[in-house]
């Protein structure tokens, strides 16, 4: 996956400050709890032409070095 940095955004007025897909009002968010709810690539296109196939690979890419950077901490 080229580089997420390249359709992610973050604008701090659209959704909440919350990262979307180039700049428009859907976010990262959105696009995992559609495939997460079973939803396929076509599907999601489908509903919301605005988005390629690489938008949704780069909501995974994005997720994907999110969770790879979360770290635990035990309460005392």
Do not use: A, G, N, S
């Given at each position: 996956m080229p580089n997420y940095r390249d359709r992610i955004t973050l604008e701090p007025g659209k959704r909440g400050g919350k990262p979307c897909i180039r700049g428009l009002r859907i976010t990262v968010y959105d696009v995992l709890e559609w495939l997460a709810s079973g939803m396929s690539t076509a599907e999601i296109i489908a509903d919301f032409?605005?988005?390629?196939?690489?938008?949704?690979?780069a909501a995974l890419a994005y997720a994907a070095d999110r969770e790879r950077h979360t770290a635990w901490v035990r309460a005392a």
């Open positions: 032409p605005e988005l390629t196939p690489e938008d949704i690979q």
